[in-house]
């Protein structure tokens, strides 16, 4: 049986300490410019959220660059505690102010095993007892140094990083592959009805071929596990909250499959994801709902476009927490195809639509057994 032993999160790194990002702000996406890692960036898993990137432009950007090996943890704010694991595939990244980072010692640890480590329960229940945020979570890097992390020997660490890693691998390929199938349909989206139109195509408003779903029902009524809100939406599958935290007594709109909800609170509003089944989301998601079936797809993907999202921005009202507004988004210009094209993208969305949804069942099933793996070979007991 391998020995486990007890060391301090600082004690693995290369020196010692964390550092905590630049403090700069965040620029439009630019593929010439650094990608900006913020908070609001990283999952709950610890993956990064494609859908609202942003950029940092600022001369010492360069000198917070992550390097394989690094871990960032989120500081402060509802997300405290959130890490994210840098081993290169997703590009060159700089970490913003709100994170702190550690290089972790190959030589003392094995590193991916840390990545594992800040998603077990031991770690979760350790945040729990040194949060110490009044109305703001909040655990600067000298706490976070201090994290006692419980290992066993080096060939047990890499024995359990190989399980994992895995199993991890496999989500990635079918993510990646997910990604793919989105980028051509996005392409040959804006290629057909953005770059090609042609003038003699009905010109029309958003509103005339979809419109909000009205359905409410109460909580109560619906699957708790298919409850949706802006915190809890992802692009490429279904993101779920425990029931536990769902509110109670209160009203949810009904969404369907082929629904398309929208994240309605600013800065989120890239977040979008097209239903595949039936629940209730809360009243910050909009549900919409394509008049026939024709242009459902159209309606997807119109939504998806940067210049929506641009358009949904300046007509959004409030100060503290804008929203979009309805009407405003209901009245985006739009200029309609004639059947026959609309058939056809349907025909393409379709079957990479059916690919996509069949590689979602399998990362659910995957995330699922890394999950009950997780717990048993994190824990001092045999496996």
Known sequence: MSEWKEYKLGDLTIDGKGSYGIAAPAVEYDANKYTYLRITDINDDGTINKNGLKSVD???A???LLKPNDIVFARTGASVGRSYFYDGR???????????????DSTKVNPKLLKFYTHSQVYYDWIQTVDNGATRGNINAQTYASMPVLLPDRNKQDEIVSILSSLDDKIDLLNRENATLEAMAETLFRQWFIEEVKEDWEEGKLGEICEYAKEKAD???????????????????QGVVPPSSVPENIKVTIYSPDDILLSNIRPYFKK????????????DVLCIRSKSKIFKYFVYYTIRQDEFFDYVMLGSKGSKMPRGDKHHIMNWPI???PKQMLELFNEFVLRSIGKMQNNNR???CLEKQRNTLLPKLM????V
């Open 58 to 60: 600022d001369k010492n």
């Open 62 to 64: 360069s000198n917070y």
């Open 90 to 104: 997703d590009g060159e990244l700089v970490y913003a102010g709100f994170l702190i980072k550690y290089s972790l």
């Open 219 to 237: 909580i109560a009524n619906i699957d708790r596990n298919t409850y949706i809100t802006t915190e809890n939406m992802c692009s490429n599958k």
């Open 272 to 283: 979008l994801w097209l239903s595949d089944r039936n629940g209730g989301c809360s009243n």
């Open 335 to 337: 200029q309609k195809p």
């Open 362 to 364: 399998q990362i659910l």
């Open 379 to 382: 824990s001092n007991t045999n």
